[in-house]
């Protein structure tokens, strides 16, 4: 079992950066495959980034890809997002994911554990 918290939301201007952080529970944390996913509102759950157990492997959606940085300290049992050039339509709920599967996937079915969400406002 992994419990999953998220904090770094806020309201920020366009342009501006935000770091979320994803703290988890559990002594396996170094073992699962993490990811970010985002919703607004009326909007269906979107993957954003995910990153491997390792660190080496990250992917990424196309429409942050450049702008956002998925990390991991496993020492700290924490994965990071860094959003910078931040525009209107990242604003979202964004969601931390994690999975115990060997390999990075963009596919909300393919996490077990779920954050409750920080929410993230861009204005323009």
């Known amino acids: 079992q992994v419990q999953l918290v998220e904090s770094g939301g806020g309201l920020v201007q366009a342009g501006g950066s935000l770091r979320l952080s994803c703290a988890a529970s559990g002594r396996t944390f170094s073992s699962y495959v993490m990811g970010w996913f985002r919703q607004a509102p009326g909007k269906e759950r979107e993957f954003v980034a995910t990153i491997s157990w390792s660190g080496v492997t990250t992917y990424y959606a196309d429409s942050v890809k450049g702008r956002f940085t998925i990390s991991r300290d496993n020492a700290k049992n924490t994965v990071y997002l860094q959003m910078n050039s931040l525009k209107a339509e990242d604003t979202a709920v964004y969601y931390c994911?994690?999975?115990?599967?060997?390999?990075?996937?963009?596919?909300?079915?393919?996490?077990?554990?779920w954050g409750q969400g920080t929410q993230v406002t861009v204005s323009s």
């Open positions: 994911a994690a999975d115990s599967r060997p390999y990075t996937s963009p596919s909300y079915n393919d996490y077990n554990y």
